[in-house]
């Protein structure tokens, strides 16, 4: 006969969360293992394991929120998952936007700069506009088109 291992009653109390089961599945659609997102927010895996098992206390507001940015999620998201609120996110984030927002947070200051000047200029780039420099005037005409005034991404304020 198998050597089975009898369950404690705390084992047969825990069920799964609601909130638990949306992080699990939402962590395994990214192809994320626990460690992954446990580091990514910032908490351990053990207790990433007890928050996808329903074992323990409820996570706080702080713990929602560096889960939430880790998967790329508002804390709405999070707490519509757990049954906490209901209706309309009233987010107008699409997924992209909560990812890039997800790793931006996680860049230090340098990064978070780097970010920026690229964003401006890919900002300016996609209103048409022509970075001036290299021989052309701000407000100067090129194909149509008159020459950035606004920020380059070879600016360094932020």
């Known amino acids: ?44 895996r053990s207790y990433l394991c007890d928050i996808e098992r329903g074992r323990g206390s409820q996570p706080s507001l702080e713990t ?13 998201d999070l707490l519509r998952a757990g049954g906490l609120i209901e209706g309309g996110s009233g987010d107008r984030q699409t997924e992209d936007e909560r990812r890039l927002l997800a790793v931006f947070r996680d860049l230090d200051g340098q990064g978070k700069a780097v970010v920026m000047r690229f964003a401006r200029f890919v900002h300016a780039d996609a209103h048409r506009w022509v970075q001036a420099g290299f021989g052309i005037e701000d407000g100067e005409i090129v194909d149509g088109r008159p020459s950035q005034t606004g920020p380059t991404l070879f600016d360094l304020d932020t």
């Open 1 to 44: 006969m198998p050597n089975r291992r009898r369950e404690t009653s705390n084992e047969r109390a825990a069920q799964p969360s609601p909130l638990g089961l949306w992080v699990r599945a939402v962590r395994g659609e990214q192809g994320l293992s626990q460690r992954a997102l446990a580091d990514r927010a910032g908490i351990s």
């Open 64 to 76: 929602l929120d560096r889960l939430a940015a880790a998967l790329g999620h508002s804390r709405n």
